[in-house]
C-alpha cells in the first residue's frame, strides 16, 4: 500500500499528520516513510531517524567544447527551456533553467557540447530510532531550481514490502505531479479557510485527472467555514477525521511531538484511517 499525503497549500498539518499515520502503521508491520517534500522536508523532526547512508543526486549539464563549436544556433532552437543562448562569439548555458534532457547535445551538428555531473541534492536514508520505519527524504541544494529529479531518485527507493506513507509537497505543480504519480491512494489535508479550500479543490482536480482515489482529513476543525465539508460531500470525498482547532495540539506541534504520542486518543483514530483505505482500496481492487 502506498499512501501520499498532500495538501492544496503549505501550513494545512500535512506533515503532523503523514508522520502519525506512519508511526501508527509501524505498530502492525514494516513501513517505510519518504519525505517528497525536498524544498523544505522537516518530516524528520517528528520521526527523529538515525541517517545511515546520503547520497547525491546528479544530472547531466551539457558545456560547450569551443573548439568545435561553429555557433550555429541549433542547441538554442532545440531547448524548449530557453536554457542556452547563442551569441556570434559565445554560448551562454543557464543551469537553473536547463532539465538536463540532453536534446541539444543530440541535436548538435558539431558534436561540441559533451555533460558534466552536477550535484542539486541529497538523499538521506535511516530509521527510526525505535528502528520500525525505514525513513527517506530528500534534500534539494540550496539554490537550485528543479526538485523533481531528487524525487524520482526517492522513488526508487520505494519497498514492494512495507506500507508506504509519501509526505507531498504542497500545491499542484511538477514535484506534486511527481510524488503521486503511481501511487494508490492520496489522503487531503485540508484547513477550513476559503484560501485552504481554494487550494484544496486545485489540488482535488488534479487527482481527479490522475485517476488516483482520495479521502480527506481536515485540520483545526471548528473554525465555523463549512464549506470545506460541503465541497468534499459534494466530491463524493470521504472525510476520515477531523483534527480540532487546539492550542495544545498546535503546541505539541512546535516543539516536534507526533501527534499520536502528545496526544494517545488519535492513535486508534489514525488506525481506523488506515484500516478505512485499506478497504476503500480493497474496494477499487474489486
Do not use: W
Not at 465539508?229 to 472525510?239: D, G, Q, R, T
Amino acid at each position: 500500500m502506498k499512501i501520499g499525503i498532500a495538501s492544496g497549500k503549505g501550513g494545512t498539518g500535512k506533515t503532523l499528520v503523514s508522520t502519525s499515520l506512519a508511526s501508527v502503521a509501524a505498530g502492525n508491520g514494516a513501513v517505510q516513510f519518504i519525505d517528497c517534500d525536498v524544498e523544505e522536508p522537516n518530516a524528520h523532526i517528528f520521526l527523529k531517524p538515525n541517517i545511515e547512508t546520503k547520497t547525491p543526486v546528479n544530472l547531466p549539464f551539457p558545456r560547450i567544447d569551443f573548439d568545435k563549436c561553429t555557433y550555429c544556433g541549433i542547441c538554442q532552437k532545440t531547448c524548449e527551456f530557453n536554457a542556452i543562448a547563442v551569441l556570434p562569439n559565445n554560448v551562454l548555458i543557464f543551469d537553473e533553467l536547463c532539465h538536463a534532457c540532453g536534446a541539444c547535445k543530440l541535436a548538435c551538428p558539431e558534436k561540441a557540447i559533451f555533460e558534466v555531473d552536477k550535484s542539486i541534492g541529497l538523499i538521506e536514508r535511516g530509521k527510526t530510532r525505535a528502528g520500525n520505519i525505514d525513513f527517506v527524504h530528500g534534500i534539494l541544494d540550496i539554490g537550485e531550481m528543479t526538485s523533481t529529479p531528487v524525487i524520482r531518485h526517492e522513488k526508487k527507493l520505494v519497498r514492494d514490502d512495507a506500507d508506504v506513507f509519501l509526505d507531498i509537497a504542497p500545491g499542484t505543480s511538477c514535484p506534486v505531479v511527481t510524488a503521486v504519480k503511481g501511487i494508490d491512494y492520496v489522503i487531503l489535508v485540508g484547513e477550513q479557510t476559503p484560501f485552504g479550500l481554494n487550494d484544496l479543490q486545485l489540488t482535488v482536480e488534479l487527482l481527479k485527472d490522475m485517476d488516483i482515489p482520495m479521502g480527506a482529513i481536515i485540520n483545526r476543525y471548528g473554525t465555523g467555514f463549512k464549506d470545506m465539508e460541503a465541497f468534499l460531500e459534494k466530491e463524493s470525498i470521504p472525510v476520515l477525521v477531523k483534527i480540532p482547532f487546539r492550542r495544545e495540539i498546535a503546541a505539541a506541534y512546535s516543539r516536534g511531538e507526533l501527534l499520536v504520542e502528545a496526544f494517545p486518543e488519535y492513535k486508534q483514530k489514525f488506525a481506523e484511517v488506515i484500516e478505512q483505505v485499506k478497504m476503500m482500496l480493497n474496494e477499487v481492487a474489486k
